[in-house]
Each structure stands twice: as C-alpha cells, then as structure tokens.
C-alpha cells in the first residue's frame, strides 16, 4: 500500500517554543492531506485539511493561528505548532488521500510533549 | 458525531477467530463500510471496506447485512499483533475526513 511518512516520530519541546511536524506521501502524490490530533484513551479527532497550494481548512474550534498548517509541494505537508504549551501535549497524526485508490493512508504519529 | 456504534472492548483467543460487531442504522445509500485499527502508539492502518456485499482480503472479511445498518469484521484466525483498537467507519468514497468513534479495543491473549 501507499506510505506516509511523518517526522519526527516524537519531540519535547519547551513551552512556549514552536515544533514543526513533516507529513510526507512516499510513493504518491497527494494534493490534500489530513491532520488529526489524538489525546491519551481517547479517539482521534480531524484538526484541519491540508490543501496544496491554497489555504487549510481548520475545523471548528481549532485555532488556525496556533496550528499552522503548510502544503508546498504534492508530496509534503506541514504543521507547525506555535508557542506550545503543556495542554498542546499530543500525538499528532496525518494522514493522505491515495489519488488511485479510495483508502486514506496514514503516517505513524508524532508524539508532542510540551514541557 | 460517528455515525456507528461498536462494543468498547472484547478479548480473544490466540488462533480462534474475531469478531467485531459494528452498528450504522443511519448508513446513507453512498456510504461505504470501513474499517481501520490503530495498534498502540502508530497510526490507524486501512483493513477492508464494503458498500453492500460481503468483502475478504488478506487481512479480513467484513460481512454486511442486507439493510447495510449492520456489519461485522471477521480475523479468522487471530494473533498477538492484532491487539489494536477497531474503528468502523461510514463514509462516501470522496470523503477523506473520517470521523472516529471510540472503537472497539480487543485484546488477543495467548
């Protein structure tokens, strides 16, 4: 199957500081990407669609000013969390279209602590 | 909201099949079945998917009843490596913002 890659697969970071997470589509290119944001025991939920060339689209109650959301290329997608704080401690997790197929393919995670 | 209901958790047998229920009675006519399973710590990973047949991969079978507002997800013969949380997922073929439930955890042990 397709593969996406994230890095990194983990990252501390101080707060108040910014981590930027890489979403990469190997084998594929993906013209709209996923980002979704897991908190310990629970479900994973949608932050944001990563658009190539144009804006992301945040879902309601994501700050789009916060989690910064870059598509440059078909092949890479971008987050970028700014002036992290300990309640932004997640993992984060991509995920992108396959254009031949009707699967979502997703990357392996990014575990953030904010410390 | 998800649009399916599944069993939080369920244990089973190493070697003995699984099988995970799931409910959709809202399933819309152009939303398929899918299933994805998230192993501890790594991303979800695409198992099978199905409209209104029954559907057998490598990995699974996935039987859907014949109003779709039901299905099941079989492993035939489980491992110790299919410990994950399941998620059965409703969704039209150009719709790639899935929305999770909480899904079902099933813990194979030896």
């Known amino acids: 199957g397709a593969v996406v890659s994230q890095h990194p697969s983990w990252v501390i970071c101080k707060s108040g500081t910014s981590v930027k997470i890489e979403c990469r589509s190997l084998?594929?290119?993906?013209?709209?990407m996923f980002w979704y944001r897991q908190f310990p025991k629970q479900s994973l939920m949608l932050m944001a669609t990563?658009?190539?060339?144009?804006?992301?689209?945040?879902e309601q109650g994501v700050e789009k000013d916060k989690f910064l959301i870059n598509h440059a290329s078909l092949t890479l997608s971008t987050l970028t969390v700014t002036s992290a704080h300990p309640e932004d401690s997640s993992f984060y997790i991509c995920?992108?279209?396959?254009?031949?197929?009707?699967?979502?393919?997703f990357g392996q995670g990014t575990r953030l602590t904010v410390v | 909201d998800a649009k399916t209901t599944q069993p939080p958790s369920m244990d089973c047998a190493e070697g003995r099949a699984a099988n995970l229920p799931c409910n959709h009675s809202?399933?819309?006519?152009?939303?398929?079945v899918y299933w994805y399973r998230q192993i501890h710590s790594q991303g979800p990973q695409y198992i099978i998917h199905?409209?209104?047949n029954n559907e057998t991969n490598e990995m699974a079978s996935l039987i859907i009843t014949e109003d779709r507002k039901s299905s099941t997800l079989i492993l035939p013969h489980a491992t110790l490596r299919d410990t994950a949380v399941y998620y059965c997922?409703?969704?039209?073929?150009?719709?790639?913002?899935?929305?999770f439930g909480a899904g079902t955890t099933v813990t194979v042990r030896a």
């Open positions: 995920s992108a279209r396959n254009p031949t197929g009707t699967e979502a393919f």
């Open positions: 199905g409209l209104k």
């Open positions: 990563s658009n190539e060339g144009s804006k992301a689209t945040y």
């Open positions: 809202t399933i819309s006519g152009n939303e398929y």
């Open positions: 997922i409703v969704r039209a073929l150009n719709d790639y913002k899935l929305s």
């Open positions: 084998d594929f290119q993906a013209t709209t």
